[in-house]
């Protein structure tokens, strides 16, 4: 489904910005799970816009491999594709892990040092669970936050493609 939006927008916005605006939807997602949200707030306040903004990150996998293969000769544009995938996917796991440890450590009970459970000890509405899960949250815009750093550095010449 975002390949019908994606396609038809690189024909029309630079790519940079679209790599760009991409990058900040994926930062603002994670920011506003991590709000913290009162229960009787509506889904349609905070986690609607939160969902809306989470296909960010499959919008800038085509982009950049648009880019190898541009950046590349035609012998090695097989290679670089296979590699944007896989540096993709090794990213999506390593953000996943690193997002899950800070979970855990934001869950640590610091008088007794122990592991807080929060499905077995005090359900999903538990405010020890929720710290962790808004931790892992904010680890993740923080991530998105230094990819856009570095999108900003390294791929300014990306607009002339």
């Not at 090794?90 to 592991?115: F, M, N, P, W, Y």
């Amino acid at each position: 489904m975002i390949s019908f939006v994606v396609v038809p927008a690189l024909l029309i916005i630079p790519r940079f910005y679209l790599l760009v605006v991409s990058i900040i939807f994926v930062i603002l997602s994670p920011l506003l799970f991590a709000l913290p949200i009162s229960p009787s707030s509506s889904y349609w306040a905070y986690g609607f816009p939160a969902m809306v903004l989470t296909p960010g990150i499959e919008i800038v996998t085509p982009i950049l491999a648009l880019y190898v293969v541009h950046c590349l000769s035609q012998d090695d544009q097989s290679i670089g594709g296979g590699l944007v995938q896989t540096a993709s996917n090794i990213g999506k796991a390593l953000g996943l892990a690193l997002a899950s440890v800070v979970q855990a450590i934001a869950t640590v009970d610091l008088d007794t040092g122990r592991e807080f459970d929060g499905i077995i000890v005090g359900g999903l509405g538990d405010p020890e669970l929720l710290k962790g899960v808004r931790a892992a949250q904010y680890a993740s815009a923080g991530i998105a936050t230094v990819a856009l750093g570095i999108a900003l550095v390294f791929f300014r010449g990306l607009k002339s493609l």
